[in-house]
């Protein structure tokens, strides 16, 4: 009945990479008009300066990846038989 902890943690939330990339990629066309007033208030930074999204969507996947893959981790380690008697 136990698996590998790698299989089980890909199985409880498998989409997570591809749901990061969806919204990363609306963040980023969501944000476009919003910068081009904010252009305004940083000196240097242009409203569709590619290194700036570049950094900022970087950020965003080094913090929403693990931020699925430890409590997936965590409930992997968890014995079926004490999940089913919590319930």
Known sequence: MAGDLRR???SV???A???????MDTA???SISPSRSLML???GVTATDSLTFL???LL?????LPAGYFPARRAAKVDPMVGLRSE
């Open 8 to 10: 089980i943690v890909a």
């Open 13 to 15: 939330n498998p989409d």
């Open 17 to 23: 990479p591809v749901s990061e990339i969806r919204m």
């Open 28 to 30: 980023v066309a969501a």
């Open 41 to 43: 208030l940083f000196i």
């Open 55 to 57: 950094a900022v969507s």
């Open 60 to 64: 965003l996947i080094g913090a929403g």
